[in-house]
């Protein structure tokens, strides 16, 4: 396995593992993938990764995939993105979820991101487990927040803050301890 930058040429694999995801009801709300050009557009144009089965033979089968999304347009939120990993139903199990996670991890802070956040379904407790294993912990539970085919969800919320990115702590707002002072400006 390795893992490669996600491209337009990987998308129709993609896709399709985006696809099996959402038939498991436990993925997404969205209950369609999307074109390449709207993906591309919701998407960080960073930090975009797929896992490829490059073993024997060469397929160069993409075994899964991890993105991630803007929380917000204003500007105090743009190191906070929102994660996406999946993995085609014929590869869970073998570690490459963890291993997209991961290297997601990496790439987000080297480009800035100080916290990572998913909204899982909790009945999908694999992806919870990696999420878990990656350092992310559980914010809370967003009760009833969408309807999926009619039925309303729950989601937990998880979020990893960054040791490296905005790691220091910010200063304090400093006053000054020294007493007023006069300037003599004919000296």
Excluded: K
Excluded at 18 to 41: C, H, K, L, M
Excluded at 88 to 101: D, E, I, K, M, N
Excluded at 144 to 166: A, K, M, N, P, Y
């Amino acid at each position: 396995m390795t893992l490669q930058p996600l491209t337009a040429a990987h998308w129709p694999q993609v896709r399709a593992i985006y696809e099996q995801g959402i038939a498991t009801g436990n993925a997404t709300f969205a209950t369609s993938a999307p074109t390449w050009e709207a993906w591309d557009r919701d998407h960080l144009a960073h930090s975009r990764l797929v896992t490829v089965d490059s073993g024997q033979g060469g397929s160069d089968q993409v075994l899964g995939w991890a993105a991630l999304s803007p929380v917000s347009g204003r500007c105090v939120y743009g190191g906070v993105a929102e994660v996406s990993v999946y993995v085609a139903s014929s590869a869970r199990g073998r570690g490459v979820g963890r291993q997209l996670l991961a290297a997601l991890v990496t790439e987000s802070e080297a480009n800035g991101i100080w916290t990572l956040q998913a909204g899982i379904f909790p009945e999908n407790t694999s992806s919870l487990s990696i999420h878990a294993g990656a350092g992310f912990r559980e914010v809370g539970r967003r009760e009833r927040i969408g309807q999926l085919h009619g039925v309303w969800r729950d989601t937990v919320l998880l979020e990893r803050r960054s040791q490296v990115v905005g790691a220091a702590e910010p200063q304090p707002f400093a006053t000054s301890n020294l007493a007023p002072t006069t300037i003599n400006d004919n000296a």
